[in-house]
């Protein structure tokens, strides 16, 4: 079975951080040549882009309200992408989760219709 796995998400205060996880499992399922976007969905809300980073780390692209807050890598090493958190709001909770682009060697997009494998979702929890 290939799948994305999340990890890393839970209850922080304003202020903090968080680091999320993003590895690929399956034999034969491999991230390496394809872009990966995390996204967000908080209650009542539409599931929206938060980060996007391209098949070779070269290029990354960041949603507005994250922009310089947050910071998207990958080892394709190890097969893993990463969403570092810091200065977490309240406004930064939400269940988030990664997703593998559907297009090889491409720089990204921010649109979940351009990604075909999704991640079952880590909670972020931020209190004020």
């Known amino acids: 079975q290939v799948q994305l796995v999340e990890s890393g998400g839970g209850l922080v205060q304003a202020g903090g951080s968080l680091r999320l996880s993003c590895a690929a499992s399956?034999?034969?399922?491999?991230?390496?040549?394809?872009?990966m976007g995390w996204f967000r969905q908080a209650p009542g809300k539409e599931r929206s882009v938060v980060a996007t980073?391209?098949?070779?780390?070269?290029?990354?692209y960041y949603a507005y309200s994250v922009k310089g807050q947050f910071t998207i890598s990958r080892n394709n090493a190890k097969n893993t992408v990463y969403l570092q958190m810091n200065s977490l709001k309240p406004e930064d909770t939400a269940v988030y989760y990664c997703?593998?682009?559907?297009?090889?060697?491409?720089?990204?997009?921010?649109?979940?219709?351009?990604?075909?494998?999704w991640g079952q979702g880590t909670q972020v929890t931020v209190s004020s």
């Open positions: 980073i391209s098949w070779s780390g070269s290029t990354t």
């Open positions: 399956g034999r034969t399922f491999n991230i390496s040549p394809y872009a």
């Open positions: 997703a593998r682009s559907k297009l090889r060697y491409g720089s990204g997009s921010t649109s979940a219709n351009d990604y075909d494998y």
